[in-house]
């Protein structure tokens, strides 16, 4: 290579790629290094189990991917990008009753919460009237909002605790239980300010969009951006872990789709040490424990309905949730954990051979955690699903040390970028006008470490790249 490149990428992950391709849309030369042998970060599929049980190791569900503002701008469908989406987002099941359902349609998800029909479409209808401005708002950094009264009707309930908001909303179990399966995504104690945010905007996602799974894997979203990338010109080198600033070829700027602590680690020479200090101080949260399994069938849930979505909150009433998430941010191995599963070859045949399924499950577990949670959360799925475990052909497990040596992003097994409370959610990871930027001009971060956070949606790299464009005419050759 003879000219230095405007762009390195470090990382590609989502955010990595949504940056790579944003800056290459805009005339950049883009070069993308991968650590692992392929594309994804969090969007790899792989045959884990069995041959012929292609599982996604870690996306599953894309309820922001479907509904991203950045991905709806960019031509994924052509390179391969195909969302498959089931007739209702979640399940939850509960005992000696009819699951709860979260369907498209609000009235008929509300007419069946009982007493509290009326109160969940209060809560959830007015963010339906400008949906897409909604999603605009939340998924960025902090900002003076374009549309405040729609930001409002949403941020006002979602900066309580979900359990305060669950409890003082509805009166029934079915409508807080639904409210806390959806909350409990954000990895807080649900009785912890904004853990509502989470919950609130999941619950209103499923009215937009059915959340879905990608055809043929989660590979298929990085696989179609790395495609729409080299379509404009960009490079992805993998096998090309970067560990200090010697394995970065000469560029104008930096963009790392990492941990805070990498970015702290490799660009230490080019950062103050103040500001190395505050990312080193960054906080990840509790990690998860993660099971594939290969299924000789269907998952056998007591209510059948459960078979209408790909995503399934085991875990029982709010007060169950609420416990769970509660101990595990005290260092402890809850025995009725919260388990998110999903079952995506109900909807995709491509996953496993005909007749089989494949299941994926996590629960969250203390940061670093070693214990193995298959028994506790098999149990779980058994006790809304008697003879799950008959069904098991083989399984595949992720402690949070796997995770953290599959991708160095898992800092302890955490899987979205870090603790998303008050203190860090429009902060991250470190505050500054523009969190993508860094004292030096040429070193941006882009990972899920930045606003908005966790998730497959590429905003983390969309909001990361504008900030380099802007920055990149002032920065010399
Ligand atoms: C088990 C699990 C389940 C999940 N489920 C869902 C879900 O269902 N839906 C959802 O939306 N989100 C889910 N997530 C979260 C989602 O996967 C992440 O939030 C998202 O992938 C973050 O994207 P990213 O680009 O910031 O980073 P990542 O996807 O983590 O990608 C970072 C990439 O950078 C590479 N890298 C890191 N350091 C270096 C280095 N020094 N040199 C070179 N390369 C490097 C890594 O190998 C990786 O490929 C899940 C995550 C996990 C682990």
């Not at 941006?444 to 990361?464: D, E, L, N, Q, R």
């Amino acid at each position: 290579m003879t000219s230095p490149l405007d762009a390195v990428v470090i990382g590609s992950g989502p955010n990595g790629l949504a940056a790579a391709v944003e800056l290459a849309r805009n005339g950049a030369s883009v070069l993308v290094l991968e650590a692992a042998e392929t594309v994804g970060g969090g969007t790899r599929t792989a045959e884990v189990t069995l041959p012929g049980f292609h599982h996604d190791v870690c996306s599953a569900a894309h309820p922001l991917g479907i509904l991203s503002p950045y991905f709806s701008t960019l031509p994924l469908a052509e390179h391969g990008l195909i969302w498959i989406q089931p007739p209702a987002s979640i399940a939850h099941p509960l005992d000696g009753e009819p699951a709860v359902m979260l369907g498209a349609s609000l009235d008929a998800t509300a007419a069946a919460l009982g007493p509290d029909a009326a109160a969940y479409r209060r809560l959830i209808g007015p963010l339906l009237h400008h949906p897409r401005e909604l999603i605009q708002e939340v998924l960025g950094p902090a900002h003076l909002p374009r549309h405040p009264l729609v930001l409002a009707r949403f941020g006002v309930p979602a900066l309580l605790p979900a359990s305060a908001l669950g409890r003082s909303w509805f009166r029934g179990e079915r409508a807080r239980a639904l409210l806390a399966g959806c909350a409990a995504h954000s990895i807080l104690p649900l009785t912890r300010p904004v853990s509502a945010a989470v919950g609130m905007l999941f619950l209103f996602s499923a009215h937009v969009e059915a959340w879905p799974v990608a055809r043929d894997g989660s590979h298929t979203i990085t696989g179609a951006l790395g495609g729409y990338l080299r379509s404009l010109g960009g490079r992805i080198e993998t096998a090309r872990p970067v560990r200090s600033l010697a394995d970065i070829p000469a560029a104008r700027v930096h963009l790392y789709d990492t941990s805070p602590a990498q970015l702290a680690s490799i660009a230490a020479p080019m950062l103050p040490g103040g500001y190395v200090r505050r990312l080193r101080r960054f906080r990840y949260g509790p990690g998860i424990f993660k099971i594939d399994w290969a299924l000789d069938g269907p998952i056998p849930w007591s209510d059948p309905t459960c078979l209408d979505s790909a995503t399934v909150h085991v875990g029982g009433t709010l007060d169950e949730i609420a416990a769970s998430e509660a101990s595990v941010w005290r260092g402890e191995h809850p025995d009725r954990p919260f388990v998110i599963v999903v079952q995506p070859s109900l909807f995709d045949p491509t996953r496993a051979p005909e007749g089989k399924h494949t299941g994926w499950a996590y629960c969250h577990v203390p940061s670093g955690s070693t214990v193995d949670m298959t028994d506790a959360v098999e149990r779980q799925v058994e006790r809304f699903a008697p003879g799950f475990r008959d069904l098991i052909a083989a399984r595949h497990v992720m402690r949070t040390a796997d995770l953290e040596r599959y991708n160095a992003n898992y800092v302890g097994g955490a899987i979205t970028g870090g603790v998303t409370d008050l203190g860090q959610l429009f902060t991250r990871p470190v505050m500054r006008a523009s969190p993508y930027t860094t004292p030096n001009p040429r070193v941006f971060i882009c990972s899920a470490s930045t606003p908005p956070g966790g998730g497959v949606h590429g905003m983390c790299g969309y909001h990361a790249a504008r900030s380099a464009l802007r920055r990149l005419p002032r920065i010399p050759v």
